[in-house]
């Protein structure tokens, strides 16, 4: 009678166990594809303002054809550990200026309209230079993107939590 | 073969003086854009516009090709909002309802006289003649490596309440202060 009691005890223990390690990793699961979104959104948008920046501070020297301020002003990116390489094509298309780290140094023939866009590991961005008139011309920025990064580090938390409330529930309904 | 020689040397004159005039073409119409950009880096007294709606106008003395590129440069464009005009001026015109004056190495001899006409008008001076920042100019074209690149005179367009932009300062090739 005694052994019967501690038994359904036990289950009852179980799925109260369980049904919080289900909802304490759906909560988590949740929090990490919010936390990868917001992530995305964010960091898309730091690049693009930082293109922005970029782009308005060169602008006189597009305007008069000068690419030594062009260049100083992506040097200063060096600064921005998350920038591999960043370039500024004239309105014509033309390399203008450029930026590289280390091994990050090709960039495209051609700059392309506005635009985000994520490639492997890396984000992509054009943002284009214009006064109230017309486009100058075109900043094009390489950054890291570390999303799949991000989502290996959720799981190993989320394998830690998981081992730990297995081994809890392991030790509850381990006959004594 | 003396016909020959002649012939090759002609040639040679013809292609130079192509040359030549092809690197001046690229200039003029290089001075012309610039000179139309410069508005964006200055800023002008409001009383240096008689209405909200009045036009911003450049006037060339002595460079008719640079008044032509500009004329085909600026048609269908604003400037701080407002149309664009091109003035040819004579020598001896007076610089009412001007913005900026370009005055052409043609008229470089007689600039003493010029700038004497514009002094105490809101008028950003533009030139492309040695020495011109000492005689009273404000922004001097000068070539370099087959660029044309320019120095300002910050005091000289100071004088006349004119503000330049620290931006167009930055691509300056020389920035004289006092």
Known sequence: MANARRSIGRRILVVKVVTTLVTVLLAITAMVMYDLRLYHQSWITDVQTQAELIGQASASSLSFDDPHVAQENLGLLRYRPGILAAAIYDARGRLFATFAREGAGQFPKLPEGDGARVEGRTLVVFKRITNEREILGTVYMRAEYALYERLLGYLGYWYVVAALAVAVVATQVSPS | ?178
């Open chain 2, 1 to 178: 073969m003396v016909a020959l020689i002649r012939f090759l040397l002609l040639a040679l004159v013809s292609v130079h003086a192509a040359t030549a005039q092809d690197r001046r073409a690229a200039e003029v119409q290089i001075k012309a854009a610039f000179l139309y950009k410069f508005g964006d880096f200055v800023q002008w007294p409001p009383a240096a516009f008689a209405r909200p709606d009045s036009p911003f106008v450049i006037g060339v003395l002595g460079a008719e090709d640079v008044a032509a590129a500009l004329d085909g440069l600026v048609a269908d464009r604003t400037l701080q909002g407002r149309p664009i005009a091109v003035r040819r001026l004579r020598r001896g015109d007076g610089p009412a309802g001007l913005h900026v004056l370009f005055i052409g190495q043609a008229e470089s001899a007689r600039m003493a006289e010029t700038l004497a006409l514009a002094r105490g008008h809101p008028l950003l001076i533009v030139t492309e003649s040695e020495n011109a920042l000492a005689a009273g100019s404000m922004i001097n074209f000068v070539p370099e490596e087959n660029r044309v690149r320019f120095d300002v005179a910050l005091a000289a367009a100071e004088r006349e309440q004119l503000k330049i932009s620290a931006r167009l300062l930055s691509v300056a090739r020389r920035v004289i202060t006092l």
